[in-house]
């Protein structure tokens, strides 16, 4: 008796599946590797994903998906993302576009991306940061304060 193999596909890049390397999500067939987000092409796992007519998402580009367009229709529409399209090296959040490589906290210098940063007088921060700087001082003053001598500095030109 010979071994016939399988005969599934993966829905993302049509080959053969084989089962050491298969995943079956929502009855669908993938590779491991092809498992990502229609979105931000990050790899993703049965728990962390959400599928909305066969198309896969990261389970924060399917809530921002629903955020900027009102339903789950499958396309970003937001100007952020038509911002990306013509420069993909700039981020645009609240109507300010970033470099990518600036899109950074303010207070601690981490990566920031537009579903995990906060914003206070202009000044962004991470998540994290700014709640950790919250609970230091009971409330945002002191920022307001900061955020107001850092837009004065970058205003004034170096002599």
């Known amino acids: 008796m010979a071994f016939s193999g399988t ?48 198309v896969l998402y990261c389970k924060p580009h399917f809530e921002q998906l629903f955020k900027e367009t009102g339903s789950f229709n499958k396309s970003f529409q937001s100007p952020a993302k038509s911002a990306e399209k013509s420069n993909p090296e700039l981020v645009t959040v609240e109507g300010q576009a970033y470099h990518k490589s600036c899109f950074r906290c303010s207070h601690g210098g981490c990566p920031i991306s537009p579903s995990n940063y906060a914003a206070l007088e202009g000044i962004l921060y991470c998540k994290h940061h700014f709640s950790q700087l919250f609970k230091e001082k009971g409330s945002y003053n002191h920022l307001i304060k900061s955020a107001s001598i850092k837009r004065t500095a970058a205003s004034t030109p170096d002599l």
């Open 7 to 54: 005969q599934q596909k993966c829905k993302a890049c049509d080959k053969t599946v084989y089962l050491m390397d298969q995943l079956s999500a929502d009855g669908i067939a993938y590779h491991k590797s092809c498992f990502k987000c229609n979105h931000c092409k990050g790899t993703l796992k049965l728990s962390n994903y959400s599928s909305l007519e066969g």
